[in-house]
């Protein structure tokens, strides 16, 4: 299914795996709102994609604020109001991690990790759904992890955050699949991007070289997004071959 003319939400799109779906989608003709902390990513997003915008007849639209907080999702909302009336695509791929002993972790961590991986999905995801149930049409994705199907060591707050993202989803399409909107997870193993760098990952640590690429993932959620109208992925499990099941 093209997505061409199609509206998309993406949070996390500064940098890693939704940079590169940022420009992807551009790429097949869809508008898509960039949220992000970081100004300075998203203006290097929207110099590195002019010319996609221009060929592929899309349009980037940067917007910087703090995913866990409601005015920025609030503020993306309106932005779809005023410009576009309608949003076809939210992709929830803002999160961060960091990996330790449950005794070495602290509040600060699990409120921070909570806040930015799962507060974020329930506020963008609250936010779009009317939009979607009124043109009974949309799909909702969240980049969760294998965290979030596979408890595992060092990664207590981590894991918690991921399966409640996967477990929201699986409630949620309930809800809304009589609307006509999917709802989907992927789940991906190791990811060699800036995440967890400096908390619990080193930069030049030669075994993300084996990791999956942020291409490989963004492949992946492609697949999920273009399925024909009466098919729907659940969830997509995917890891890199240098990583047991």
Do not use: W
């Amino acid at each position: 299914m093209s997505l061409k003319g199609r509206v998309a939400v993406v949070t996390g799109a500064g940098k890693g795996v939704g940079k590169a779906l940022s420009r992807r989608l551009l790429s097949e003709g869809v508008t898509v709102i960039a949220v992000s902390r970081n100004v300075e990513d998203l203006n290097e997003l929207e110099n590195e994609t002019k010319e996609i915008q221009d060929s592929a007849e899309s349009k980037l639209i940067p917007l910087s604020g703090d995913v866990s907080i409601e005015e920025t999702a609030e503020e993306a909302v309106h932005m779809i109001k005023e410009q576009f009336g309608k949003v076809d695509i939210l992709v929830n791929n803002a999160g961060i991690g960091k990996y330790g002993l449950l005794d070495d972790l602290s509040i600060e961590d699990y409120d921070l990790m909570m806040n930015s991986n799962m507060r974020s999905t329930f506020l963008f995801t609250k936010a779009v759904l009317p939009f979607m149930k009124e043109h009974q049409y949309g799909h909702i994705v969240n980049v969760a992890s294998v965290a979030g199907k596979k408890g595992l060591p060092n990664e207590t707050i981590y894991c918690a955050t991921k399966f409640a993202q996967v477990g929201f989803a699986q409630a949620l399409d309930h809800e809304v699949r009589p609307f006509g909107i999917k709802v989907s997870s992927i789940c991906p193993g190791g990811i060699n991007t800036n995440f967890a760098i400096g908390t619990g990952r080193t930069l030049n640590d030669p075994a993300l070289e084996e990791f999956l690429d942020a291409e490989d993932v963004v492949k992946a959620i492609l697949f999920i997004l273009e399925q024909s109208p009466k098919s729907r992925i659940i969830e997509l499990f995917m890891r890199p071959i240098s990583e047991p099941l």
